[in-house]
């Protein structure tokens, strides 16, 4: 195996869409995560605002073992997580510390098998 591939994708409740919006928890999030998987971060994580068009927060966390990406789209509450590693990503664990900060619904949940 040449590594995982976790992608959640996720809708959250009317109440917590304005956390989607926060710099400061997505930074707190990208920050702590890999930690929770027990992967070593490379470098403070780096967040960009998304265009007026498509309002949101793009941030990107580099761990030792590849890189955890987290997308917001603020108009309709949905959020995107993937994580990519070279070592196994314990998916539950993500779910639980993802459901401790955001109030969401599952919309599509896959692990991929890297080659």
Do not use: W
Not at 11 to 25: S, Y
Not at 94 to 115: A, T
């Amino acid at each position: 195996m040449n590594g995982q591939h976790f992608i959640l994708d996720a809708v959250c409740g009317t109440e917590e869409r304005a956390k989607l919006d926060d710099e400061k928890l997505m930074q707190k999030v990208l920050s702590e995560l890999p930690d929770v998987i027990k992967m070593n971060k490379l470098a403070a994580p780096f967040i960009v605002r998304g265009a007026e068009h498509n309002p949101g927060l793009t941030g990107v966390a580099i761990i030792e073992t590849s890189n955890i990406v987290l997308h917001t789209f603020t108009e309709t509450g949905k959020f995107s997580l993937d994580i990519f590693s070279v070592r196994q990503i314990d998916e539950e664990k993500v779910l639980e510390y993802m459901r401790e900060k955001f109030n969401f619904k599952i919309l599509r949940r896959n692990m991929f098998e890297r080659l």
